[in-house]
């Protein structure tokens, strides 16, 4: 057993909040060189490389990477082994986003009552999502989510026969809506399987994977590479002004279902693709 004070989580938090919205990391910049030269539209090559040159400028400056500094969404993986003390977990992790949002001088884009729309004026709460590992380390990520892109999202339940074509129609069809809107060069996160809430879960699970990366199973890994495919054909181009890259990269993420369905998500990730992480 390994017994862990919450409020350790504090400092932590803030630092991951702050480095995530400032910090760009070299996965994302490579790839974003990468796809440079391969745009074939000049505008589109120039956008791309304005957009490196702000990451880089962000870093240097310790400014936030993107005026939208987004709703917190944290992980927590947490081995079977810790024992919690002290304040409630929940409230030592908003803790730590109170606090990053407030040091790093990002801006504060979370309301209260979705209908009352009042801001919080902390950006809290964050959106948590945690999970038992084995051994005695809790993992945290945090990704900070802005609204463009994931206004975007979308979640279908499509019946088994409507099958693989259904599933790339599917996701396809959702980066064609989005256009411009989501800030592309995307990062296109699909979730397949479980059921509506969890293949939502899954989506946003995949945009964790380092671009570049393909899934395990061939198979899947083949649909990946179909999916760029035919979403670099579409002809939106980066930040929608026409050109060959209108994403980075596809990942899909699955999960065994039920006999009569099929659970399909989409969630869309801007060029700012925002994450930071820590072993406690
Ligand atoms: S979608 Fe991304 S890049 Fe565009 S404004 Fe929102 S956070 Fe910024």
Redesign the pocket.
């Known amino acids: 057993m390994r017994v862990i004070n919450t409020v350790e989580l504090v400092p932590l938090i803030r630092k991951l909040t702050m480095k995530a919205c400032i910090e760009l990391d070299d996965n994302l910049i490579g790839a974003l060189e990468e796809s440079e030269k391969r745009e074939e539209s000049p505008l589109g090559k120039e956008i791309i490389g304005t957009l490196v040159e702000n990451a880089r400028a962000a870093k240097d400056e310790g400014l936030a990477c993107?005026?939208?500094t987004?709703i917190l969404v944290v992980y927590l993986s947490i081995g079977q082994e810790v024992v919690w003390q002290g304040n409630p977990l929940e409230e030592m992790v908003n803790e730590g986003v109170r606090q990053g949002y407030r040091d790093g001088y990002l801006r504060n884009s979370v309301v209260l009552d979705p209908f009352l729309r009042e801001n919080s004026g902390d950006n809290t709460p964050c959106v948590l999502h945690t999970d038992i590992i084995p051994g005695d380390r809790v993992k945290i990520l945090v990704m900070p989510k802005?609204?463009?892109?994931e206004n975007m999202g979308r979640v279908q339940v499509l019946t088994p026969a409507q099958g693989k074509a259904g599933v790339k129609d599917f996701v396809v069809e959702t980066v064609e809506k989005a256009g411009g809107k989501?800030?592309p060069p995307l990062i296109v996160g699909v979730g397949v399987g479980g059921t509506m809430e969890k293949s939502a879960f899954l989506a946003k699970e995949a945009l964790k994977r380092p671009i570049g990366e393909r899934h395990r199973e061939k198979h899947i890994a083949e649909l990946e590479d179909e999916l760029l495919e035919e979403i670099n054909r579409l002809g939106i181009g980066p930040l929608g002004v026409g050109g060959r890259i209108t994403a980075l990269d596809v990942h899909i993420e699955v999960y065994p279902c039920h006999i009569a369905s099929l659970p399909v998500a989409v969630n869309l990730q801007?060029?700012?693709n925002r994450h930071a992480e820590a072993v406690l």
């Open positions: 993107c005026q939208d987004g802005g609204a463009g892109s989501a800030c801007c060029h700012a």
